[in-house]
Each structure stands twice: as C-alpha cells, then as structure tokens.
C-alpha cells in the first residue's frame, strides 16, 4: 500500500524568501506523484504531478518539484514566496491512473512581512 | 467544464437526522472519490467508484454511511442516522482513465457538514 509522509505540519516564512516543502512517499514502483494546494474554505487545486519523464516538474504559480527515487522524496519548491502563498499544500502519491490518490497530512504555510 | 460540482457546500443538521451529500463530476471522467477532512485524521478516503461501480468502501466508517452513483453523472454520500462525530468536511473528486497524462484527480469545492 502507498503511504506520503509529510514531515512538516507548519512553516513560516517570511514574504520573498525561498520555500522547500518536504515529501516522502512509500510504494514499490514508480507512482504518479503530486502536489495539491487548498485555502481556506475551498477545495483542492492541483500545482503540479509527475508520472514520468524529467524529473523536474514545472507546476502553476512558479512552484516546482524534483523527483529523486533514491530518496523517494518529491519536494515541492518556490524561489520567491508571496503572501497570497498562504495556504495547506498536501503531497499525494497515486499507483495508476483508476486507483485513489493517498494523501499526507499537509504542511500549513504562513507567511510574514 | 464546471468543474466537479458538490451541493450543499454547508449542511447543518441535528443528530440522528438523514444527510445526503451530492456529487456531479466532470463530463467524461470514469472514476469518482469521495474523500472526508477532519483536523486530526487529514484527508481520508472514504470510497471510490470506477465506471459507476463501487471498488473499494473500505474507507466508509460506519454501516450507517452508504454511497451511490446510478450513472456516470450523479454520486450521493447519505450519512443515516448523523452523529456529531460526523462532522467534517466531504470532498468529491473525479478523473480519468484516458492517456497517461490525465492522472490528477479534480476536486469539488466540498460540502461542510456540521451535525449538532
């Protein structure tokens, strides 16, 4: 069974700074990897996935990932974090493409002047 | 499209009283989730159907939740009888099959249920 480890249940960071949020995630082959974002009082919007390929993923918003299968590790990044930035983002890790996604607990970002 | 399509987006209802909770996913798309958010257990997977067939409702918590999803355009959550532990909020999320690439799934805007 898949599992996603989020080790980070909150981060501050200040407005303009660099983020690195973490993933692990648990499953015997390749899965398809993602990222979600959800603000407060809405649903779930995808930032990015990775199913195959280079393993540096380009999502919406200027956030990227890179998928390291030595690690098992998909870590979600941004250059340059803005305010409208804070949000829960949740890593999600799927073994095809008619089976559940499986979540991890989510990362709450704030961030500060 | 509209996208996935969830109504009530706020149900409040008193213990021991029927809630149905409404899903419309996207045109298209054969598999559909129902997902519960809470604080302390996160996003749980409660049940999930592909081409209108439940697969797997190891998820659902009690006998007292059952789901249906008659076509491919229509799923419902009914909780009977609610309890206060039930609260949470309910997500419902579709996807497709088609092409390597479709591989996210699309999530409603969730219905908050508060049972008193």
């Known amino acids: 069974a898949q599992s996603v480890t989020q080790p980070d249940i909150h981060i501050t960071v200040s407005e303009g700074a660099s983020l690195e949020l973490r993933c692990n995630y648990s499953y015997g082959a390749t899965p398809y990897l993602f990222w979600y974002v959800q603000s407060p009082g809405q649903g779930l919007q995808l930032l990015l996935k990775y199913f195959s390929g280079d393993t540096l993923v380009q999502g919406i918003k200027g956030f990227e990932a890179e998928f390291k299968r030595s690690q098992s590790s998909f870590n979600l990044r941004k250059p340059s974090v803005h305010w409208s930035d804070a949000a829960e983002y949740f890593c999600a890790v799927r073994a095809s493409g008619n089976t559940p996604l499986v979540f991890g607990k989510g990362t709450r970002l704030s961030v500060i002047a | 499209d509209a996208g996935v399509i969830q109504s009530p987006r706020h149900e409040v209802t008193e213990m021991g009283q029927e809630v149905t909770l409404r899903c419309k996913p996207i045109?298209?798309?054969?598999?559909l989730f129902w997902y519960r958010q809470t604080m302390m257990r996160g996003l749980e997977l409660l049940i999930y159907?592909?081409?209108?067939?439940?697969?797997?409702d190891s998820g659902m918590p009690e006998d007292r939740f059952s789901a249906k999803m008659p076509n491919a355009s229509f799923s419902t959550l009914k909780i009977q009888p609610s309890e206060p532990r039930d609260s949470a909020v309910y997500f419902c999320?579709?996807?497709?099959?088609?092409?390597?690439?479709?591989?996210?799934?699309?999530f409603g805007q969730g219905t908050r249920l508060t049972v008193v």
């Open positions: 045109s298209g798309h054969n598999s």
């Open positions: 159907f592909n081409n209108n067939v439940p697969i797997d």
């Open positions: 999320a579709s996807s497709s099959r088609s092409g390597q690439q479709n591989t996210e799934a699309f």
